[in-house]
């Protein structure tokens, strides 16, 4: 088994960095939006998510992201 196959992708510094770097393009792409500053609270939210109910909601919020 390659050391690539021996299980599921995990996050660290490099991911958050990397979903940092584009959510700061995700902004610039859209600094006009009107929504956009419940999208950035939502990002800022991720790290203080604690239990379920509030990563939920933060995940919730962010959909637009995927789908812009």
């Known amino acids: ?5 021996k299980g599921a992708p995990c ?5 958050v ?3 940092g ?10 600094a006009r939006h009107p929504k956009l500053p419940a999208i950035t609270a ?6 203080t998510a604690s239990d379920g109910a509030q990563i ?3 995940l919730r919020s962010l959909v637009p992201v995927y789908c812009a």
Do not use: N
């Not at 996050?11 to 991911?15: A, C």
């Open 17 to 19: 960095a990397e979903a």
């Open 56 to 58: 939920t909601a933060v």
């Open 21 to 30: 770097r584009r959510a700061q393009q995700f902004a610039l792409r859209h």
């Open 1 to 5: 088994m390659s050391e690539e196959s």
């Open 42 to 47: 939502a990002f800022e939210a991720v790290p």
């Open 11 to 15: 996050t660290g510094p490099e991911h």
